[in-house]
């Protein structure tokens, strides 16, 4: 069975930062693109970036709001997924979900449970 | 970055009767080199992760009841129930993801009369 958790949610200040976790079991995890998405407290669904797998140089893609804050990184050995964050904004403050990226398609076949950023004084 | 605009944003349904759920882009899409529209369509349901109903434009998603089927070209794209089930409340979004930074639409909140 395919399962993503993430961790590493929490309350931190505006400027700090926060690493996200996202652990993978049931599937050849370094096979795949992995991305993460992102939900404000009431709102609609953001993309926030992707990494891609070995065969691909691990290449990062950003979305603009967190370009320059926000690194995705992979360790395959631990099949797992991180997001770091730097200079958190009050924006920021949302659910972050880590999702699979299917072969062929490149839909998000597969979504973590979420794990709660807030960024609050 | 390519905007993507659902309509409705509410969507009341009698169970048993049809709902369609449109979403339109800014731009069209670039061609894709195996030649897909990479346009999905996700569930998220109350207290629920998203996940995927529609991929590709039209292909239903493992699970997915065939009542639900998906639509379009160019920049305007459907999603469609054929009938209504109680199980099929939340909220619905398209999104693109042939040129980054991907986009979602705003969201369809589908409840039930």
């Known amino acids: 069975e395919v399962q993503l958790v993430e961790s590493g949610g929490g309350l931190v200040q505006p400027g700090e930062s926060l690493r996200l976790s996202c652990v993978a079991s049931?599937?050849?995890?370094?096979?795949?693109?992995m991305d993460w998405v992102r939900q404000a407290p009431g709102k609609g669904l953001e993309w926030v970036g992707q990494t891609r797998n070995k065969a691909n140089n691990y290449t990062t893609k950003y979305a603009t709001s967190v370009k320059g804050r926000f690194t995705i990184s992979r360790d395959d050995s631990k099949n797992s997924l991180y997001l770091q964050m730097i200079r958190l904004k009050t924006e920021d403050t949302a659910v972050y979900y880590c999702a699979r990226v299917a072969y062929g398609s490149g839909s998000y076949d597969y979504w973590g449970q979420g794990t709660l950023v807030t960024v609050s004084s | 970055d390519i905007v993507m605009t659902q309509t409705p944003l509410s969507l009341p349904v009698t169970p048993g009767e049809p709902a369609s759920i449109s979403c339109r882009s800014s731009q069209r899409f670039l061609d894709s080199d195996d030649g897909n529209t990479y346009l999905d369509w996700y569930l998220q349901k109350p207290g629920q992760s998203p996940q995927l109903l529609i991929f590709?434009?039209?292909f239903r998603a493992a699970g997915v009841p065939d009542r639900f089927s998906g639509s379009g070209s160019g920049t305007d794209f459907t999603l469609k129930i054929s009938r209504v089930e109680a199980e099929d409340v939340g909220v619905y979004y398209c999104m693109q993801h042939i040129e980054f930074p991907y986009t979602f639409g705003q969201g369809t909140k589908l409840e039930i009369k």
């Open positions: 590709a434009l039209s």
């Open positions: 049931g599937f050849t995890f370094s096979d795949h693109y």
